[in-house]
């Protein structure tokens, strides 16, 4: 080999490893279904469309830059619609959204954009926008993800506004640039303090909805036991047992418009109605009562409860002698099993006929007539105030359907959910619910269907006097004394068209004034809530009604996210974001100038996922645990508007606690409620982080300790240096904390808990804090 062919080798060698060296490796295309190759039904396979404003249609061309298909856009009356996906990003990254767009004949109107890419999520990142006539155009932008851990990718045509005319988009792509080293730091200044943090931000909710009341709170254990419905009906709980014959008195009805008769067959054979599907425990008491009339001829009536076949797995109380009047009997039952298809039938044989006024069934161990496991994790709650009774409900809720003898009052539809209303749990019950917790009451009235008489006769049965009309009645009902409740809600949701009595804004600021002008002459001492909702709504509301209102009432509600940090960060947005608009509101209108009208966040939470509990009963995991805790966070940082939070809603129904048949348990979010009331702080601090850790700090009441509260939405365990200034640590105080490696663990209620609150002491603390994945953790930290 001579040395020319040597040397020329050697650099040939030389530049291919120059090569390698410069190479970089393509960075992948993190969208599915890029180029829109892949599809079924029509459809392309990952991508949705969806409608923000106006109206379009939505096309899976077959047509494309390349391949052969590609997502258009069409639209001949203006809208602002998008094809979109969710994909998983990086937090501390910096991407790259590129795509190509092909557009004819689209005009905008107003602000709109035109054709581009955006990202829902992350305002305002967004690519040039394609508009007019034009052939395949490359568009492209880079960003920073920051805190977000997933994206919100459009195809967006308009944007902003409405656009008309066709887009179609093609051959997209997602790609990672580059990644941050993120080294997460709290700074605390404990001498910069904010308004103090209201109690009632842990506030709750409680609704004649689902199993929130009936099914959670109270205990009757017989469904439709005022027979709203004809027993055998398909709407009913109650079946037909031996053959028996129904037939429904209308003419004289024991409560409601109707009462079973049930005629028994003369042949000896057992005829009667039956309910199945109660939750029973071994050696567990159950205690109630019946109402009965009957013929002459009838012999004998029995009360039977079971907990499987045979003789040996039912107890029977057997009423001799009924007589044509109706009368209450006593009914007392120990089970012989466990089960969660107990049954109880009432039945006669030989002959005549009888009539059931009503029935109940309660566990003994009942507190007033509420589930004793249910109210133990309600003083462990120890919310300082509760709403009730609505929500929609209350639009079409007549409150004195729900007072009196509780067999007398008569069942209703439920006016804005779907079952019964039993009325066994009216105004009485609540305010005895609330004394019993050492609660406050924050009673909602009907301004929906309901008018201003019926409201200020309901105001004047809690607070009037006992010689005042509606006074004598609640000392005829057994409460001598007034109830002196304080807190008063004039409505909900009446800017909605879901809302029973629903208006415009304009007919329902007159219909509030008229309201609280009534309530405030008949009883000055009261605290009136406004229906509010940010924007259009709750303006006109603060202009045409601030005269009339101490508190202006906000909701949300928010679902599920497909990335950890961006699920739990939606709860403290929307907290900030309603107390930046009516911040804005303060500074713009003249109607507001002297006056503090705080928010009432009377609704808040997320709902989303199957209704595991019932109607709206949806089940909440570790990840939604960490968002609530957020969101209390983010209270602390708004307290100088934010004066009252009511969680909606408290038992089963998108709620805290979650029961089955015979047992009740903490759901994720009421361990997080159960400690920050139990353990956070009053005076707010200055804080500073970086996402996605969300930190809020407060001083204890004695000024004995600081309180640190660390959300860390992330999958990784963390070490936090402490900077703080303002406060000199002892090194000592308390630790609580929520975690666990599954962000979508849950608790059952009847099963051993996989999320709990484990507490721990803090020693020897050097400034840094050491917090578990996917957690929620209080530091109680000693101050000299």
Known sequence: MNRRFTSLMSFALLLM????????????????????????????????????????????AETGRTGGRSVMIESDVGGDIAWHVRVHVAPHA?????????????????????????LHNIQPVATAAVKGTSDWTKVQVVFETGGEDYVHVNCL???????TGKAWFDDLSLEQISMKDWEPAIAIDAAKTGEPVSKYIYGQFIEHLGRCIYGGIWAEMIEDRKFYYPPGAKESPWRTAGGAKIEMDRENPFVGEHTPKIVVAADGKSCGIIQHGLGLIEGKKYVGRIWLAGSDDVDSIRISLGWGEGRENFQTTTIEHVGTKFTKTPLEFTAGGTTDDGWLIIDASDGGSFRIGTVSLMPADNVDGMRADTLALLRELDSPVYRWPGGNFVSGYDWKDGIGDRDRRP??????WRGVEHNDVGIDEFLHFCRVLGTEPYIAVNSGL???????????????????????????????????????????????????????????????????????????SIKLVAVGATGK???????????????????FYRQGSPGLASHVQQIP????????????????FDSLVGKDIDIALDEWNYWYGPHVYGELGTRYFLKDGLGVAAGLNEFTRQSDIMFMANYAQTVNVIGCIKTSKTDAAFATTGLVLQLYRAHYGTVPVAVSTDRPLDVAAAWSDDRKSLVVAIVNPTKQALEI???????????????????????????????PPKVTIEESAVERFKNRFAVAACSVTLFKLDVE
């Open 411 to 416: 069942p209703r539809k439920n006016p804005a």
């Open 157 to 163: 045509f308009g944007g902003w506004g409405l656009a």
């Open 573 to 588: 947005d929307a907290v900030r974001g309603k107390a930046e608009a009516h911040r804005d509101y303060r500074r713009r």
């Open 94 to 118: 910096t991407y790259r959204l590129s795509g190509w767009i092909k557009t004819e004949n689209a005009q905008t109107k107003g602000q709109a954009k035109g054709a581009l890419l955006n």
């Open 537 to 555: 709504w709750s303006e006109g509301m603060m202009q045409q009604c601030a005269e009339h209102m101490d508190l202006i009432s906000e909701h």
């Open 721 to 751: 240096p402490l900077e703080i200034k303002g406060a000199k640590l002892t090194g000592g105080g308390r630790r609580w904390q929520i975690a666990g490696n599954d962000p979508m663990a849950y608790n059952e209620p009847g099963k």
């Open 17 to 60: 490893l120059a090569s390698l060296a410069t190479a970089q490796p393509q960075a992948a295309n993190l969208l599915p279904n890029a180029s829109f190759e892949e599809g079924a039904d029509g459809k392309p396979a990952a991508w949705i469309p969806h409608t923000w404003g106006g109206a379009g249609t939505f096309s899976y």
């Open 450 to 524: 309901g008018g201003t008489e019926n409201a200020v006769d309901e105001l004047q049965y809690a607070n009037g006097a006992a010689d005042t009309p509606m006074g004598k009645l609640r000392a005829a009902n057994g409460h001598a004394e007034p109830y002196k409740v304080k807190w008063w809600g004039i409505g909900n949701e009446m800017y909605g068209g879901w809302q029973l009595g629903h208006m415009s804004l304009e007919k329902y600021t007159k219909k509030h004034n008229e309201f609280a002008a009534a309530f405030r002459a008949e009883d000055p």
